[in-house]
């Protein structure tokens, strides 16, 4: 995933349903995980994995950069979401607003805090079901869709825009996954839906979540065995479940 020395990872969103999973994968992979959560209890629930937890609001600008600075991470995992449990399904059309602002302003926030805190790379999370409408399976390089979605009037499509744009905008190494649907516990899904999404590049099926990301790191460390750190170009590789954005 990394060959520099500092083997120092930020989680922000640690607490979540992918962020918890991810804390406790990096643990196991011996890296040295900083991990934001804005509950104390869910602090406490990181502590007893590994996690050095930090409670901050992705939203108080001047204590996030604070606390980046402090931590001194190499790698800022981005992967904040503001969504209901098991995405209630009544729950959800406010989410999606307040979801798209943690993708803007919280993104804006996180990389400034990352680069004040010398960061060399940021990977976030982005999702692969806003495509503009078109033949399927989507090819990775398929436009958003900016304008009018059913059911969530482009909220979800700008939310990811944004994030996206500053990732790959920022000076520093930005990796953008955009991640398909997942089931498993505390997704919403107890099992893949019948005909699978088909927003990957290739027509990747759902996959369970931990299953994912524990093929994310495989890869990741494959990828830097065979060709290093690749600092400064754009890529755009296949994560399995949706498109991975490098640049």
Same mark, same amino acid.
Request: hydrophobic share 45%.
């Given at each position: 995933?990394?060959?520099?020395? +500092?083997?120092?990872?930020?989680?922000?969103?640690?607490?979540?349903?992918?962020?918890?999973?991810?804390?406790?994968?990096?643990?196991?992979?011996?890296?040295?995980?900083?991990?934001?959560?804005?509950?104390?209890?869910?602090?406490?629930?990181?502590?007893?994995?590994?996690?050095?937890?930090?409670?901050?609001?992705?939203?108080?600008?001047?204590?996030?950069?604070?606390?980046?600075?402090?931590?001194?991470?190499?790698?800022?995992?981005?992967?904040?979401?503001?969504?209901?449990?098991?995405?209630?399904?009544?729950?959800?059309?406010?989410?999606?607003?307040?979801?798209?602002?943690?993708?803007?302003?919280?993104?804006? +926030?996180?990389?400034?805090?990352?680069?004040?805190?010398?960061?060399?790379?940021?990977?976030?999370?982005?999702?692969?079901?806003?495509?503009?409408?078109?033949?399927?399976?989507?090819?990775?390089?398929?436009?958003? +869709?900016?304008?009018?979605?059913?059911?969530?009037?482009?909220?979800?499509?700008?939310?990811?825009?944004?994030?996206?744009?500053?990732?790959?905008?920022?000076?520093?190494?930005?990796?953008?996954?955009?991640?398909?649907?997942?089931?498993?516990?505390?997704?919403?899904?107890?099992?893949?839906?019948?005909?699978? +999404?088909?927003?990957?590049?290739?027509?990747?099926?759902?996959?369970?979540?931990?299953?994912?990301?524990?093929?994310?790191?495989?890869?990741?460390?494959?990828?830097?065995?065979?060709?290093?750190?690749?600092?400064?170009?754009?890529?755009?590789?296949?994560?399995?479940?949706?498109?991975?954005?490098?640049?």
């Amino acid at each position: 995933m990394f060959s520099g020395p +500092n083997r120092t990872v930020l989680v922000a969103g640690a607490s979540g349903v992918i962020g918890r999973r991810l804390c406790r994968l990096l643990v196991e992979d011996g890296w040295r995980v900083f991990g934001t959560t804005r509950s104390q209890e869910k602090a406490e629930t990181l502590a007893a994995m590994g996690v050095a937890p930090l409670v901050i609001d992705v939203f108080d600008a001047a204590k996030l950069k604070a606390a980046l600075v402090d931590a001194k991470p190499a790698i800022v995992a981005h992967m904040l979401t503001d969504l209901p449990p098991a995405l209630e399904p009544a729950a959800m059309a406010a989410a999606r607003v307040r979801n798209a602002h943690i993708r803007d302003i919280g993104t804006r +926030n996180l990389i400034a805090a990352a680069l004040a805190a010398g960061a060399q790379r940021m990977v976030a999370q982005s999702v692969c079901f806003a495509y503009a409408p078109g033949p399927t399976p989507y090819p990775e390089d398929r436009a958003l +869709n900016a304008g009018s979605i059913p059911g969530s009037d482009g909220v979800i499509a700008r939310g990811v825009i944004a994030l996206e744009r500053q990732v790959l905008g920022a000076p520093l190494t930005g990796v953008v996954l955009r991640f398909g649907r997942f089931y498993g516990p505390e997704t919403g899904l107890d099992a893949p839906p019948a005909g699978g +999404n088909q927003c990957a590049a290739r027509a990747a099926s759902e996959m369970p979540l931990t299953a994912f990301l524990s093929r994310l790191l495989f890869l990741s460390r494959k990828a830097e065995a065979s060709s290093g750190m690749s600092s400064g170009r754009s890529r755009r590789e296949g994560s399995g479940t949706g498109t991975t954005f490098r640049r």
